[in-house]
């Protein structure tokens, strides 16, 4: 497949075409854990920075361990607060480690746009690992293979996304993405969380969870963040719960066959109760095993299919 | 010391004329405007044919940052870019370091404009102390020093009370209170409109309404107490909608927009860039067409810039994080021609009384007419004259435009303070 992009900045720049490649990869990519060694040379000589500008665990771990089953070097930087707390600006960062050659940058920030800047200013590729509430486009395309390996195809789909939306980036990301797919997204929500003019975005909003789960094919239940209460978003974790949290209860009236996903980390409790992470329906695990694959194939497609 | 402007198109909105005159000078004032002049030989001549001379056009919203943020801009430089956009005065408001609270202040800017000025400078004087809107500042002596208007631009008086104070103790003064309409509680420093942009770019945003709560408090405010309330940076179809309806039942409140609220929406954040980044912010289109609607039905009273240069480093970076605010002085009237007169959304008489008259007159300050007698304050446009906009040939010490390799055609061509060329 031909891969053209310097940079992987969000879903919403990617095509059906692309995306499909990404995923057809990434099942490639798949094979190399369940080996017994688990390392192929694909990458071998190149440099890829995780520059983690917000703590994350899973997600940096994630990009380390598909670089290093790629066998280059991944270097983790992490830069704790904003930039402007640290003393040294973004760019000055981005130039510095610019300036060390490496093949591709991973960055996450708090600040929507941040990894766009570092985009233009660097000439190394850069994959954004989640910006703000801006796009998380690796958690869409872990995301995609999950649903494409439990269903079998993408197209005509229904997935609810529930939850915080308009702080959100993974909604954001899946929404572009499983749009591209040709499928047809809900998000659901109290009307606090959910952004102006959301319905352009081209899903139908819903202020119902059981209806808005009932014809669901797949359900993404979004972390909600404790400090919503102080923005008046919600009144209180225990309404929020009790609402919009998903229990076994409220999965009785959905499709026998319905997925549920979530980004992790999970309140237990909060959003999901906790048998209903751990049941059947639960598919949280796979997508961790499959965000190891799917970066693999970015960090391929963006840092091996150059001629070295 | 005389001058003679021969044989420019004159435009004189608040002298009723636009025809091709000469513009006599004599000793720093407007001594004749007439056909065929016949000045005592030996005077100086600009020939001003094909030429638009105009009253000298008034910005009333300069951030000019001195004292105390001369790396963003000092008055030397403000003033300089003030010359080369066209203006021949600008009002500067209080946010510098000390704020321009007390006499104190008010004095060392009118002396390092005496001295370093290239236009007039007229000092806006903070409504309440240290800006923190708790404790009035001291108004009678601030206008007794020479501040024009009253604003605490940058923030919002948020207790009503102490506004409402504000506007009644400043009324023996006959000068306006200037609201930047912004309640901060609604706007949760949003970094950008909200709307479907903001959306999508998951970038917090401040609804309109944040502005439209303000404006509709202040004309209440403005109703109760008979004061003057002028409206900086207008930039919603609401806040348009309620200065429109205020003015029809008599209240007296005057409003401004700025350039890049006439011409842009919040469509060009879609960059990133933080040029575009500014309070109120860019809005959507339905505001845009409200504001170009009411400049030019008098709703609104005059095109101000709001000029607000900041150091690269504090604009370059992460747009939540990048401070608020763009240049406009040396942008302004070429855009306003190009955009709006050209294409005749806007008569060239029309926007020439919203930047000379109608700003001269809401805060009563000389000039606004070439009536004789008056300063030759004088703003002389070359219709002709095409531009690109390029930050780095700027005059201010601000490079941050959302502008930046704009072209268009016409702009100002000579600038005259008092009888004495300041620009090019």
Same mark, same amino acid.
């Given at each position: 497949?031909?891969?053209?992009?310097?940079?992987?900045?969000?879903?919403?720049?990617?095509?059906?075409?692309?995306?499909?490649?990404?995923?057809?990869?990434?099942?490639?990519?798949?094979?190399?854990?369940?080996?017994?060694?688990?390392?192929?040379?694909?990458?071998?000589?190149?440099?890829?920075?995780?520059?983690?500008?917000?703590?994350?665990?899973?997600?940096?771990?994630?990009?380390?361990?598909?670089?290093?089953?790629?066998?280059?070097?991944?270097?983790?930087?992490?830069?704790?607060?904003?930039?402007?707390?640290?003393?040294?600006?973004?760019?000055?960062?981005?130039?510095?480690?610019?300036?060390?050659?490496?093949?591709?940058?991973?960055?996450?920030?708090?600040?929507?746009?941040?990894?766009?800047?570092?985009?233009?200013?660097?000439?190394?590729?850069?994959?954004?690992?989640?910006?703000?509430?801006?796009?998380?486009?690796?958690?869409?395309?872990?995301?995609?293979?999950?649903?494409?390996?439990?269903?079998?195809?993408?197209?005509?789909?229904?997935?609810?996304?529930?939850?915080?939306?308009?702080?959100?980036?993974?909604?954001?990301?899946?929404?572009?993405?499983?749009?591209?797919?040709?499928?047809?997204?809900?998000?659901?929500?109290?009307?606090?969380?959910?952004?102006?003019?959301?319905?352009?975005?081209?899903?139908?909003?819903?202020?119902?969870?059981?209806?808005?789960?009932?014809?669901?094919?797949?359900?993404?239940?979004?972390?909600?963040?404790?400090?919503?209460?102080?923005?008046?978003?919600?009144?209180?974790?225990?309404?929020?719960?009790? /609402?919009?949290?998903?229990?076994? &209860?409220?999965?009785?009236?959905? %499709?026998?066959? =319905? !997925?549920? +996903?979530?980004? #992790?980390?999970?309140?237990?409790?909060?959003?999901?109760?906790?048998?209903?992470?751990?049941?059947?329906?639960? /598919?949280?695990?796979?997508?961790? &095993?499959?965000?190891?694959?799917? %970066?693999?194939? =970015? !960090?391929? +497609?963006?840092? #091996?299919?150059?001629?070295? | 010391?005389?001058?003679?402007?021969?044989?420019?198109?004159?435009?004189?909105?608040?002298?009723?004329?636009?025809?091709?005159?000469?513009?006599?000078?004599?000793?720093?004032?407007?001594?004749?405007?007439?056909?065929?002049?016949?000045?005592?030989?030996?005077?100086?001549?600009?020939?001003?044919?094909?030429?638009?001379?105009?009253?000298?056009?008034?910005?009333?919203?300069?951030?000019?940052?001195?004292?105390?943020?001369?790396?963003?801009?000092?008055?030397?430089?403000?003033?300089?870019?003030?010359?080369?956009?066209?203006?021949?005065?600008?009002?500067?408001?209080?946010?510098?370091?000390?704020?321009?609270?007390?006499?104190?202040?008010?004095?060392?800017?009118?002396?390092?404009?005496?001295?370093?000025?290239?236009?007039?400078?007229?000092?806006?004087?903070?409504?309440?102390?240290?800006?923190?809107?708790?404790?009035?500042?001291?108004?009678?002596?601030?206008?007794?020093?020479?501040?024009?208007?009253?604003?605490?631009?940058?923030?919002?008086?948020?207790?009503?009370?102490?506004?409402?104070?504000?506007?009644?103790?400043?009324?023996?003064?006959?000068?306006?209170?200037?609201?930047?309409?912004?309640?901060?509680?609604?706007?949760?420093?949003?970094?950008?409109?909200?709307?479907?942009?903001?959306?999508?770019?998951?970038?917090?945003?401040?609804?309109?309404?944040?502005?439209?709560?303000?404006?509709?408090?202040?004309?209440?405010?403005?109703?109760?107490?008979?004061?003057?309330?002028?409206?900086?940076?207008?930039?919603?179809?609401?806040?348009?909608?309620?200065?429109?309806?205020?003015?029809?039942?008599?209240?007296?409140?005057?409003?401004?927009?700025?350039?890049?609220?006439?011409?842009?929406?919040?469509?060009?954040?879609?960059?990133?860039?933080?040029?575009?980044?500014?309070?109120?912010?860019?809005?959507?289109?339905?505001?845009?067409?409200?504001?170009?609607?009411?400049?030019?039905?008098?709703?609104?009273?005059?095109?101000?810039?709001?000029?607000?240069?900041?150091?690269?480093?504090?604009?370059?970076?992460?747009?939540?994080?990048?401070?608020?605010?763009?240049?406009?002085?040396?942008?302004?009237?070429?855009?306003?021609?190009?955009?709006?007169?050209?294409?005749?959304?806007?008569?060239?008489?029309?926007?020439?009384?919203?930047?000379?008259?109608?700003?001269?007159?809401?805060?009563?300050?000389?000039?606004?007419?070439?009536?004789?007698?008056?300063?030759?304050?004088?703003?002389?446009?070359?219709?002709?004259?095409?531009?690109?906009?390029?930050?780095?040939?700027?005059?201010?010490?601000?490079?941050?435009?959302?502008?930046?390799?704009?072209?268009?055609?016409?702009?100002?061509?000579?600038?005259?303070?008092?009888?004495?060329?300041?620009?090019?």
């Amino acid at each position: 497949m031909s891969w053209k992009r310097k940079d992987l900045l969000g879903m919403q720049d990617l095509d059906a075409a692309e995306i499909i490649g990404v995923l057809d990869t990434a099942a490639s990519m798949k094979e190399i854990a369940a080996r017994e060694i688990k390392k192929v040379p694909t990458l071998r000589g190149k440099t890829i920075v995780n520059l983690f500008y917000e703590s994350s665990t899973r997600t940096r771990t994630s990009f380390e361990i598909a670089g290093k089953w790629l066998s280059a070097d991944v270097i983790n930087f992490s830069a704790s607060g904003s930039s402007a707390e640290k003393g040294e600006s973004l760019l000055d960062t981005a130039r510095n480690i610019e300036a060390m050659s490496p093949d591709v940058v991973v960055v996450r920030h708090k600040a929507a746009g941040a990894p766009a800047l570092l985009a233009r200013h660097l000439r190394c590729g850069v994959v954004n690992a989640g910006d703000g509430a801006h796009e998380h486009p690796t958690q869409a395309l872990l995301d995609l293979m999950t649903i494409r390996e439990k269903k079998g195809h993408l197209e005509g789909l229904n997935v609810t996304i529930v939850g915080d939306i308009t702080h959100s980036r993974v909604a954001r990301s899946d929404i572009h993405g499983m749009r591209k797919m040709g499928i047809t997204v809900t998000v659901a929500g109290p009307p606090t969380l959910i952004p102006a003019q959301c319905q352009e975005l081209g899903v139908k909003v819903s202020h119902r969870l059981e209806e808005a789960i009932a014809h669901a094919d797949v359900i993404v239940m979004l972390r909600l963040q404790h400090e919503r209460m102080q923005g008046g978003f919600i009144p209180s974790l225990r309404e929020y719960s009790r /609402v919009w949290g998903l229990s076994l &209860a409220k999965l009785e009236h959905c %499709r026998p066959d =319905v !997925l549920i +996903m979530h980004p #992790g980390p999970v309140n237990r409790g909060v959003e999901l109760a906790p048998e209903v992470a751990d049941s059947a329906y639960s /598919v949280i695990l796979d997508q961790v &095993a499959n965000g190891v694959a799917v %970066r693999m194939a =970015v !960090l391929y +497609m963006l840092a #091996g299919s150059k001629s070295a | 010391m005389s001058l003679l402007i021969r044989g420019g198109r004159v435009v004189d909105p608040a002298g009723g004329t636009d025809a091709v005159q000469d513009v006599w000078i004599a000793d720093g004032r407007i001594h004749k405007v007439g056909k065929g002049l016949k000045p005592p030989a030996g005077t100086e001549t600009v020939d001003a044919t094909g030429k638009v001379v105009c009253p000298g056009f008034i910005d009333i919203h300069v951030h000019l940052r001195e004292p105390g943020f001369e790396y963003k801009e000092t008055i030397a430089s403000g003033t300089r870019a003030a010359a080369a956009g066209g203006f021949t005065a600008v009002a500067c408001m209080a946010n510098t370091f000390p704020v321009n609270d007390n006499r104190a202040v008010t004095d060392y800017i009118l002396a390092r404009a005496k001295v370093e000025g290239a236009v007039r400078v007229y000092p806006i004087g903070a409504v309440t102390r240290n800006l923190e809107g708790k404790q009035l500042a001291e108004l009678a002596e601030q206008a007794e020093a020479g501040c024009v208007a009253f604003s605490d631009d940058g923030k919002c008086v948020m207790n009503a009370e102490l506004y409402r104070r504000a506007m009644e103790y400043a009324l023996p003064f006959g000068v306006p209170v200037i609201s930047h309409a912004e309640d901060c509680d609604l706007g949760h420093r949003g970094a950008m409109h909200e709307g479907f942009v903001s959306t999508e770019l998951g970038l917090s945003g401040q609804p309109a309404a944040a502005e439209d709560v303000m404006v509709a408090r202040d004309i209440i405010l403005a109703e109760l107490t008979g004061a003057h309330l002028h409206i900086a940076h207008i930039s919603t179809v609401g806040a348009v909608r309620l200065v429109r309806d205020a003015k029809a039942r008599g209240v007296r409140v005057t409003a401004e927009v700025t350039p890049h609220h006439l011409l842009l929406t919040d469509e060009v954040v879609r960059s990133y860039d933080s040029n575009c980044k500014m309070a109120p912010p860019l809005r959507g289109k339905r505001d845009v067409e409200a504001c170009l609607e009411a400049l030019v039905d008098g709703t609104i009273d005059c095109v101000a810039t709001d000029h607000a240069p900041h150091a690269l480093s504090e604009k370059e970076g992460e747009f939540a994080e990048a401070a608020n605010g763009i240049v406009g002085l040396e942008t302004a009237v070429p855009l306003l021609l190009d955009r709006l007169v050209r294409p005749g959304v806007l008569d060239l008489p029309t926007l020439v009384t919203r930047l000379s008259a109608g700003p001269a007159r809401l805060l009563n300050l000389p000039g606004g007419s070439l009536a004789p007698g008056a300063a030759a304050d004088i703003t002389i446009l070359d219709l002709e004259q095409s531009w690109t906009v390029d930050p780095a040939a700027f005059r201010s010490r601000g490079r941050s435009t959302p502008f930046a390799g704009f072209t268009g055609v016409g702009a100002p061509w000579m600038t005259l303070v008092g009888g004495l060329k300041v620009a090019p």
